[in-house]
T-cell receptor, first 113, second 114 residues
Framework: KAGVTQTPRYLIKTRGQQVTLSCSPI?????VSWYQQTPGQGLQFLFE???????NKGNFPGRFSGRQFSNSRSEMNVSTLELGDSALYLC????????????FGPGTRLTVT | GENVEQHPSTLSVQEGDSAVIKCTYS??????FPWYKQELGKRPQLIID?????GEKKDQRIAVTLNKTAKHFSLHITETQPEDSAVYFC?????????????FGKGTKLSVKP
């Protein structure tokens, strides 16, 4: 089976812009979770989508949003970028949700200048 | 909500020694506890997990123990090798069940010296 893929791998944006990141889960996986990874805060949960519905949401501002398509692919969007949004954004897919094995993608490295 | 504490933040061992990383969690309803290994510049990889109905699980040189009463779980790596050098993350499922989400510890940077 092909693993989880994310595009793009690297992104440089300026403050105030918006960005869209994409995640393709492992075939058959219906749950996609997104995480923000920074050196200071570690891995922080953003949100989870299951069957096109947001099922869980972490403690992030409304500038962070996402969606899931009928083929389970997911996108996350960050609007009005701030310098503090610079991070590695990881998505992870699993069959049914967090209580099942989650497999991570390679991540998108976002730099906001 | 769930809170996961992980210790130590850094750990240095000699090749062949054992390494132990400990985590505590706050939500007694949590029932799934995975461990991830992240090598520099790579994605986190699931190395072992344990569910609340099991006290210990082993996979070759890696083992995880769970104490539900004390709400802590530990990763044990025996006969460490230089390729074990990485950051290790523990996690617990918040709210329990398949509809919860993973809450991660801050990570432990393990260095194995040849």
């Amino acid at each position: 089976k092909a693993g989880v893929t994310q595009t793009p791998r690297y992104l440089i944006k300026t403050r105030g812009q918006q960005v869209t990141l994409s995640c393709s889960p492992i075939s058959g996986h219906r749950s996609v979770s997104w995480y923000q990874q920074t050196p200071g805060q570690g891995l922080q949960f953003l949100f989870e989508y299951f069957s096109e519905t947001q099922r869980n949401k972490g403690n992030f501002p409304g500038r962070f949003s996402g969606r899931q398509f009928s083929n389970s692919r997911s996108e996350m969007n960050v609007s009005t970028l701030e310098l503090g949004d610079s991070a590695l954004y990881l998505c992870a897919s699993s069959w049914q949700g967090a209580s099942y094995e989650q497999y991570f993608g390679p991540g998108t490295r976002l730099t906001v200048t | 909500g769930e809170n996961v504490e992980q210790h130590p933040s850094t750990l240095s061992v000699q090749e062949g020694d054992s390494a132990v990383i400990k985590c505590t969690y706050s939500d007694s309803a949590s029932n799934y506890f995975p461990w991830y290994k992240q090598e520099l510049g790579k994605r986190p990889q699931l190395i072992i997990d344990i569910r609340s109905n099991v006290g210990e699980k082993k996979d070759q040189r890696i083992a995880v123990t769970l104490n539900k009463t004390a709400k802590h779980f530990s990763l044990h790596i025996t006969e460490t090798q230089p390729e074990d050098s990485a950051v290790y993350f523990c996690a617990a499922v918040e709210d329990g069940g398949s509809q919860g989400n993973l809450i991660f510890g801050k990570g432990t940077k393990l260095s194995v010296k040849p």
